[in-house]
């Protein structure tokens, strides 16, 4: 063949070049369908840590929340108040928070004389784990 004749490339039907046809192998198709099934089990499981991360962040809130009505409740009270004497007070009301916990430790003269460390505790299951939350005061004799 000169150089200046074209070469031509038959493909016509039938035609022996038309034998190996282009395409995709099985074995390449499996291990593509191996890395897409790899990939989309990586975003199903990150979907579920975040709604566990999204109902372990609500609980958080709402035991913090919890704990900061009580620590509120305490120290609007007289410096006198029964609920205000010395020792561990478990919360009475616990019917009014279901699946929450509380109690507050009252210390006198801590950590200065005429004064009050009050400590709220709120406690909660969350995924067979135990949480809880402490919130402190110190209440002053005035």
Sequence with gaps: MKNNQKKT???TPGHPAMSKEAGYT??????AMAILSIGLLAVGYMQITAINSNTTGSRITEGTTVALGKMEELITLRYTHADLAAGNHPDPNSNDHPGFSQT???VDNSPVANAKRIT???RWAEIGRQ????LMFIKPQI
Excluded: C
Excluded at 26 to 31: D, N, S
Excluded at 131 to 134: H, K, Y
């Design 26 to 31: 099985l074995i390449e198709v499996i291990i």
């Design 120 to 122: 709220v505790t709120v």
């Design 9 to 11: 490339n038959h493909m």
């Design 131 to 134: 949480r809880r939350t402490q």
């Design 104 to 106: 507050w430790d009252v």
